[in-house]
């Protein structure tokens, strides 16, 4: 009953937390990263699928065509995101919630239950699942649910990693040395967050060797098999994401050599940070005291020294960074380690250490003056209580301070943190506007581009339909020939404080060249060329034909060499009217001259307020500029922490500070300004920080100069199966085959039956040559696949899945042999459990200890318990697996056997497989029984056991 308790207040806590913190009319989740990534991208794999029907795409409709495996990151096969796929119609807000809560509440049960099993009193096993709700790394369940959303998983992986030292004596894992639910475990952890798997291995190693101090006794075959076989059934996912990685390179603020090399005096690893461990300093505490505890101290040096050091935050942060989000997975561990402590002080088996309370101030101090001025007074009450309580731990005093050292501080701690994320909205405005139906109803063609201006960071994932593509993409992994193309050669605006996130802004050089047929904004936004198809409010639907196509030929080409060799802005128009062919192609190229001209501004037209207050001003231009393109640009000097931008009719340019994980690099700010309405003028906004803006440029074009010169059209037929193209051109002349489809490994080619190899055009572009001839072209993208991939995907899963189907063959059929169990010892009192079975009825012989010692052979669900005396032999056959032989307590004389072969002493915890008899019989194979012959027993038995050691005959016993 108090178990069941237990569980309905760490549920009730769950709830709880989740309504003091969440405002009235707001969604479990942020506005930033959990809208934007985790619910959009989930949102948008969903409609895929229901576009194409494949579970496990190769190419997704982002970054105007990208490899599916780059969104691996944000766990494509999690449950929630699987269950959403059979429900289209309800929004996808309400699985990623439902499910980041039902994670919450079952992490608090596991974790209370495994410590349940440690033996550890159920006050405490309630202390540790209390700890697990209220740590602020649980902050991240309504932003970076990735973060956390394997911890289940882990505990459950290191429950099962419990049962390898109880079954390690089977006969099953002798000859199947895998764990079927630790594999899983391990699978489930990758297919959440491959990223934080080499931590939870780390993690689940450590606690391995925590269980045993005899490492002859570890069991080491069954617990790498068993993780070795989780990894292999999660390849179909991992080697894929492994291979767009490898790909793709990441811009991330490196760590220098004097960072690596030092050790973490705010131990933000482990306290309070949401994106560390979040735990409070009762847990360094512990974590310091069992130091001074010899069956814990090894555990806890080395988890001090991962908490402590850089260098190992570095490196379970794959080299990238210095960041404490690595050491969550620890996390468990340490609430272990935790409970146990405290246990062992409430009985009094250890003492308080006053010294270590007064060394655990300094972390606190450290965060409180560097990192979380915000909360200094719960932070300084954490100090004084856990000094009051390893100071005056008698009495009421030390039950009042525990109270607020476990329940009470890191539930307001937690609270103050929660209270600090942006939630977003029950209700967008900025998507879903038109609906599906209403989309579908004005697109010419539906298989075009469509870019969303309304909110560009929340709907740079988000697909409208499934057959559209989009030229935006929010990834932690991207593509970098895409993303240099967009923001490097084409000057997209960057909006945010990295570069990953790709956002849509208005660029007429962008939806010309990557063909942007339709577009999502404001009435005031619309850019020139577009004319509205709906209009709800404020926001349109527009349509510009003019744009280039998804595929064409052409022959208007320029040398890869002679673009790289002209600056910025003759790049932008070059770009539009030519096609940029790879270096090393002998196609014939024509020159262009660039229409581009400079445009004149007052002096300090674009200067920065010299206070470093934010100011909004408006400048007119020197002349009215109708169906002309501005181009405005100018250098940036500035080495602040916090991030600065500068916004002129709605675009927005950012620099990020010196303190941001993802620095931008955007030192010149790039403004490319184009409209159905003339403009006069230009309304700027700058944001507060003290920065230079130099070497402003300004360049003017027509807008007529956006025209390629020779565009063959490619008329499509219908796609079949993975296609992404099929269909036929005619070339007057040889030239290129150009898509809008960015460029990557992967693409298959295949022109009237013949594979072309593919090539990279207009520096971020799929395309190929083509020939002066009319042709069919097939277009397809796979990813690319090794021999290394086949074997891991198929020869570890079926060792994994024979493994598993022989347990269960074991499990619902006959035992197959008969075999004798030599208890060597006799007894004096009542045994023992002698024959631990692995669950269910277990056919064993049931003894009745006569005279003659009859033995009858019967079935029972329990082990049996008789009052024996002297020695004796047993027969036993079984259709339960036999997990373990006890030992018989009090025991006198002990029988020998003579031969090994037959016979195997109890404290070995062996079990001997014996040859079959001659006389056998058969039933199906799942009913399948193997005796020996009866009297060959005998006959053995007589031969190798004494009458010394067996007063009675076997002959006389059966």
């Given at each position: 009953m108090k178990k069941a308790v237990n569980y309905l207040l760490l549920a009730g806590a769950v709830f709880l937390f989740i309504w003091i913190t969440l405002p009235q009319g707001k969604l479990f989740g942020s506005t930033t990263d959990w809208y934007c990534q985790h619910v959009t991208i989930a949102d948008t794999m969903r409609k895929q699928f229901l576009e194409t029907g494949e579970l496990l795409p190769d190419w997704c409709a982002l970054g105007n065509g990208t490899n599916f495996y780059t969104?691996?990151?944000?766990?494509?096969?999690?449950?929630?995101?699987?269950?959403?796929?059979?429900?289209?119609?309800?929004?996808?807000?309400?699985?990623?919630?439902?499910?980041?809560?039902?994670?919450?509440?079952?992490?608090?049960?596991?974790?209370?239950?495994?410590?349940?099993?440690?033996?550890?009193?159920?006050?405490?096993?309630?202390?540790?699942?209390?700890?697990?709700?209220?740590?602020?790394?649980?902050?991240q369940a309504h932003r970076q649910i990735m973060f956390i959303s394997y911890l289940p998983f882990l505990i459950l992986a290191l429950i099962f990693t419990d049962s390898l030292y109880q079954e390690n004596t089977s006969c099953f894992f002798r000859r199947f040395p895998v764990h079927a639910g630790l594999s899983l475990s391990v699978c489930m952890i990758i297919l959440h967050s491959f990223y934080f798997f080499p931590a939870c291995f780390v993690c689940l190693t450590l606690y391995f060797l925590q269980l045993d101090n005899r490492p002859e006794k570890r069991p080491w075959i069954p617990f790498l098999s068993s993780v070795a076989t989780g990894i292999s059934l999660s390849m179909i996912y991992l080697l894929p994401t492994a291979l767009a990685i490898l790909e793709n390179k990441k811009d991330v603020k490196s760590a220098s050599i004097r960072q690596i090399f030092t050790v973490n005096p705010s131990l933000n690893t482990l306290l309070y940070s949401p994106y560390g461990c979040g735990l409070t300093l009762i847990c360094l505490y512990c974590l310091l005291l069992c130091l001074f505890r010899k069956q814990t101290q090894k555990t806890a040096a080395i988890l001090c020294i991962l908490l402590c050091s850089q260098f190992c935050c570095w490196i379970l942060n794959g080299t990238l960074y210095l960041r404490p989000k690595a050491l969550i997975p620890f996390l468990p561990l340490i609430l272990l380690l935790t409970a146990d402590t405290l246990k062992e002080l409430h009985e009094k088996s250890i003492r308080h250490r006053f010294p270590l309370a007064l060394l655990c101030m300094i972390p606190g101090l450290v965060q409180i003056l560097f990192l979380h001025s915000g909360r200094k007074i719960l932070i300084l009450a954490d100090i004084l209580f856990l000094l009051l309580y390893a100071g005056f731990h008698t009495g009421l005093s030390e039950k009042l301070a525990g109270f607020f050292l476990v329940f009470l501080i890191p539930s307001l701690i937690f609270v103050s943190t929660a209270r600090t994320e942006s939630y977003a909205s029950a209700s967008t405005k900025s998507r879903e506007i038109f609906s599906q139906k209403e989309i579908k109803s004005v697109l010419s063609e539906a298989d075009r581009t469509m870019d969303i201006l309304s909110a560009p960071m929340t709907n740079s994932n988000y697909l409208p339909l499934g057959s559209l593509r989009r030229t935006t993409m929010y990834s932690s992994v991207s593509n970098s020939t895409y993303n240099r193309l967009f923001y490097d050669i084409l000057k997209m605006p960057v909006s945010t404080r990295n570069r990953v996130s790709m956002n849509a802004d208005a660029n007429p050089f962008q939806e010309y060249l990557m063909g942007v047929r339709y577009i999502l904004t404001t009435e005031d936004k619309l850019p020139e060329g577009y004319l509205p198809l709906l209009q709800k409010g404020d926001f349109v639907l527009a349509e510009n034909r003019q744009v280039l196509p998804s595929a064409y030929g052409t022959t208007a080409l320029l040398n890869e060499k002679d673009f790289d060799a002209l600056s910025y802005p003759q790049t932008l128009d070059t770009l539009a009217n030519r096609t940029v062919v790879p270096e090393s192609s002998d196609a014939s190229t024509t020159p262009y001259t660039s229409l581009m001209k400079e445009y004149p501004l007052p002096v300090n037209f674009l200067e920065a307020p010299e206070n470093g207050q934010a100011l909004t001003i408006t400048r007119q231009l020197p002349s009215i500029l109708e169906h002309q393109i501005l181009l405005l640009s100018c250098d940036v000097s500035y080495s602040g922490k916090k991030d600065i931008d500068i916004t002129i009719n709605g675009i927005r340019n950012r620099l990020s500070g010196s303190d941001a994980p993802y620095p931008n690099h955007n030192e010149t700010f790039t403004w490319i300004l184009s409209g159905n309405e003339p403009l006069k003028s230009l309304n700027i906004h700058f944001s507060p920080g003290n920065y230079k803006l130099c070497n402003v440029q300004a360049f003017i074009l027509p807008f007529s100069a956006l025209r390629h010169p020779?565009?063959?059209?490619?008329?499509?037929?219908?796609?079949?199966?993975?296609?992404?193209?099929?269909?036929?051109?005619?070339?007057?002349?040889?030239?290129?085959?150009?898509?809008?489809?960015?460029?990557?490994?992967?693409?298959?080619?295949?022109?009237?039956?013949?594979?072309?190899?593919?090539?990279?055009?207009?520096?971020?572009?799929?395309?190929?040559?083509?020939?002066?001839?009319?042709?069919?072209?097939?277009?397809?993208?796979?990813?690319?696949?090794?021999?290394?991939?086949?074997?891991?995907?198929?020869?570890?899963?079926?060792?994994?899945?024979?493994?598993?189907?022989?347990?269960?063959?074991?499990?619902?059929?006959?035992f197959h042999r008969i075999l004798v169990i030599i208890l060597t010892e006799s007894?004096?009192?009542?045994?023992?459990?002698?024959?631990?079975?692995?669950?269910?009825?277990?056919?064993?012989?049931?003894?009745?200890?006569?005279?003659?010692?009859?033995?009858?052979?019967?079935h029972t669900k329990d082990t049996v318990h008789k009052e024996l005396s002297d020695s004796f032999f047993l027969t036993v056959f079984s259709d339960r697996h036999i997990q373990d032989i006890s030992l018989i307590q009090h025991c006198h004389h002990a029988a020998v056997a003579k031969n090994p072969v037959f016979f195997l002493h109890y404290k070995k915890h062996r079990v001997f497989f014996h040859q079959i008899g001659e006389k056998t019989f058969s039933c199906p194979w799942y009913r399948k029984k193997r005796f020996f012959d009866i009297h060959n027993l005998i006959q053995i038995l007589n031969q190798h056991l004494t009458e010394d050691h067996c007063p009675v005959s076997p002959l006389s016993a059966c």
């Open positions: 969104l691996s990151y944000y766990g494509f096969l999690r449950p929630d995101v699987l269950i959403s796929f059979f429900f289209p119609n309800v929004p996808m807000e309400v699985f990623i919630q439902g499910y980041a809560i039902l994670e919450m509440l079952l992490g608090s049960w596991l974790l209370y239950w495994w410590l349940q099993k440690k033996n550890i009193p159920e006050n405490l096993c309630f202390t540790g699942g209390f700890l697990y709700l209220t740590s602020n790394c649980m902050f020779d565009i063959q059209p490619f008329r499509s037929s219908v796609t079949e199966k993975k296609e992404l193209l099929h269909g036929s051109i005619g070339m007057k002349e040889d030239g290129y085959f150009v898509t809008s489809f960015s460029y990557s490994r992967g693409y298959q080619i295949l022109v009237d039956g013949k594979k072309i190899k593919p090539e990279l055009v207009n520096k971020g572009f799929l395309g190929f040559p083509v020939k002066k001839e009319r042709m069919r072209s097939w277009f397809d993208f796979m990813r690319p696949v090794s021999l290394w991939e086949f074997c891991s995907l198929f020869l570890p899963q079926s060792f994994f899945w024979q493994s598993y189907l022989h347990c269960l063959c074991h499990q619902y059929c006959v007894v004096l009192f009542k045994a023992q459990s002698f024959i631990k079975p692995s669950g269910g009825s277990v056919s064993l012989t049931d003894l009745q200890m006569d005279q003659l010692y009859p033995l009858h052979l019967c």
